[in-house]
């Protein structure tokens, strides 16, 4: 079982399939929220979610965490490692804030932080990476934040309302 990683403002707890809320599916279904998420192109219901979460919990490759503010003990949405690449030393992060009014204070970027320094301490990773579509400035600048480097950008890799998105490839090593 996966430990609590406890930031200044935030907690990571291995997420359960109690975590599937109305709530929890509403931000999942919602527009403004799911944008920039693969999960965007269905809808989503308390069961799907709990699947979701029981699918990603039962991996022994994903690390699958809600985030939790310190300040009022609210769900504000999730963060996951993985899948994790054992045999290369390398995870992919995901991350979700659904609580609109839990955007742009900084939650993100500690979240990265503490998932970061897990992966990299505690499972020996050598490499971390993230896809960001490039209109998301808010997780280009939380991953920046936290010294993620841009790799790649993908071209037209992401289709949108608009058409097409680019994607940004971030990566950062371990010590």
Known sequence: MT???????????????????????GWLND??????LESRFQTHTLETLRQYITDRNADPNTYFFAMVRKDNGKTIGSIKLGPVAINHERGEIGIMIGDKDSWGQGFASEAIKLISDFGFNSLNLHKIIAGVYAENTGS????????????????QHTRSGAGY???IRFAKFGG
């Open 31 to 36: 527009p403004e929220v799911n944008q920039f």
């Open 165 to 167: 998105m680019d994607e």
């Open 3 to 25: 430990s609590t990683l406890t930031g200044e403002k935030i907690i990571l707890r291995p997420i359960t399939v109690e975590d599937a809320t109305e709530e929890y599916v």
């Open 140 to 155: 280009r600048k939380a991953f920046l934040k936290n010294g993620f480097t841009e790799e790649a950008i993908f071209k």
